[in-house]
């Protein structure tokens, strides 16, 4: 058999990083936005949206539905121009729906634009059985019919509108509050959504929602009630998404294990209190001054308990990069996984670089910290964990060869170029792929 080969983040360690990251907007708020777009016709302006692939995904989908779209590069974060039209498609199709999770997004969008949707069934990372039971069953409270086929799930409003409703979510689902309350701005009547999720990205989506004319109270509240209204346009003014607070969290964490000092920029410390809570609990030395967060040298990390959780709890998408922090604090850390089934499979790839840790039951991991990690040739599954492995091989000794990194290109905008610029070794290269 020939060799096999192929990309790979390549890392050389260990470091010690220096210096100011610019934070870039959000993924998963942009990527929202974008999809939002299609609440009502016109130019919408966003800015502040970050380079990764995942975006240009999504410009493909809503210019696919009914929009035309230009993405414009500026030096560290683009900006994205749709034109979306007076008469807009139904169908998210499984091409453009399988790369990425938040195509199903547009679910809410369509039925309150359409009166229908049909969206084959999402794709992404492979991170456990991510279902949309919630976002159909509240689309059924508001007088939804749904047929929920094989391979795709096509959603119906009786007489093209739906009615208002008092419903309240099972689980505090991201993706679902995000359909409900778009599919609620253009129902007929009041809707009351309980339980909702209420992470920044929320809050970002309702003030875009409300300046494209919806009528919303209670962003970030555990319950938001929406005044149907007739009719929505493009927001007049641009919208700037909100930082990413997992792009901030995963720099940070890199300055803490390399015992550096970054200071991350562009980002609201609010959303990140949870995990600054969580990372001074472990003796992290952090600062906070207006919108900026500093990680400074620390030489007595700690082992510490985390557990993920619906904000304002850990995020799981700082689950990945926090075990390697663990692996770094003397004794024995443990972190708890409570919102994504198969997410600790990272502690696998993990182990190859000599991470001494152990699985127990499904969610919960036990981290011996303190052991030396030496490079490896890892595979990055999903998007966090693709960035944590890239933070493992920072401190790693040796040379340690991510593979898959398209999967960080997704959701990390100018990781390469941000790393070397706090004096990391990291490059890109083909490399000979060791197993399968
Ligand atoms: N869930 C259900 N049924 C539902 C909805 C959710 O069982 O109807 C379960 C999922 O299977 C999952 C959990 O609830 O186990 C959380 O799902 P949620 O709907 O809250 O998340 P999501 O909308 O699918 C978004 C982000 C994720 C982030 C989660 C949690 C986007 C595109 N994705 O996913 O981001 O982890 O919220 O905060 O916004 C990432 O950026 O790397 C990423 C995975």
Do not use: W
């Not at 230009?70 to 034109?83: A, F, N, R």
């Not at 969008?109 to 992404?124: F, W």
């Not at 929320?202 to 149907?228: K, Y």
């Not at 792009?247 to 562009?266: K, Q």
Request: glycine share 12%.
């Amino acid at each position: 058999m020939g060799k096999r080969i192929g990309d790979a983040f390549v890392v050389n360690g260990p470091r010690t990083l220096h210096g100011t990251v610019t934070i870039s907007g959000a993924k998963n708020s942009a990527l929202k936005l974008i999809g939002a777009a299609l609440m009502g016709a016109g130019r919408t302006t966003l800015i502040n949206v970050p380079k990764i692939t995942d975006i240009a995904h999504m410009v493909n989908l809503v210019t696919h539905i009914g929009a035309t779209g230009e993405i414009e590069s500026g030096p560290i974060t683009d900006t994205v121009v749709l034109d979306v039209h007076e008469v807009i498609g139904s169908d998210a199709p499984a091409e453009l729906v399988k790369p990425i999770r938040a195509s199903i997004s547009v679910m809410g969008a369509l039925v309150a634009r359409t009166g229908r949707a049909r969206i084959a069934m999402p794709g992404g990372d492979k991170i456990g059985k991510r279902g949309i039971e919630i976002h159909l069953d509240g689309m059924k409270a508001m007088g939804a019919t749904v047929e929920d086929g094989d391979d795709f799930v096509e959603i119906t409003a009786p007489g093209g509108r739906l009615h208002g409703a008092d419903y309240t979510l099972e689980y505090a689902s991201v993706g679902a509050t995000e359909n409900l309350v778009m599919a609620a701005c253009l129902a007929e009547g009041t809707t009351i959504l309980r339980n909702v999720a209420r992470e920044p990205e929320i809050i970002d989506l309702v003030t875009f929602l409300n300046e494209m004319g919806a009528n919303i109270d209670g962003a970030g509240d555990e319950t938001l009630t929406v005044t149907g209204v007739e009719r929505m346009e493009a927001a007049q003014e641009p919208h700037a998404v909100i930082g990413d607070r997992i792009e901030a969290g995963t720099y940070l964490v890199a300055g803490a294990i390399t015992g550096g000092d970054i200071t991350v920029e562009g980002i609201n410390p609010a959303y990140l209190h949870r995990p600054l809570q969580d990372m001074r609990g472990a003796g992290v030395e952090l600062r906070v001054t207006g919108n900026a967060i500093r990680v400074l040298p620390s030489d007595h990390l700690r082992a510490h308990e985390t557990r993920t959780l619906p904000y304002p709890g850990f995020a799981t998408d700082l689950q990945s990069q926090h075990i390697v922090l663990m692996s770094q604090c003397y004794g024995t850390s443990r972190l708890t996984e409570n919102v994504f089934e198969t997410r600790l499979g990272v502690i696998d790839e993990f182990a190859k670089m000599g991470l001494k840790a152990e699985v127990i039951g499904k969610n919960q991991a036990i981290i011996e910290g303190g052991n030396p990690l030496h490079g490896a040739q890892v595979k990055a599954n999903d998007i966090r964990a693709g960035a944590a492995l890239v933070l493992a091989g920072l401190v790693a000794h040796g040379r340690t060869e991510v593979l898959y990194p398209h999967h960080i290109d997704r959701g990390y905008a100018n990781f390469q170029e941000n790393l070397t610029r706090l004096g990391a070794d990291v490059s890109r290269e083909v490399v000979e792929i060791l197993d399968e």
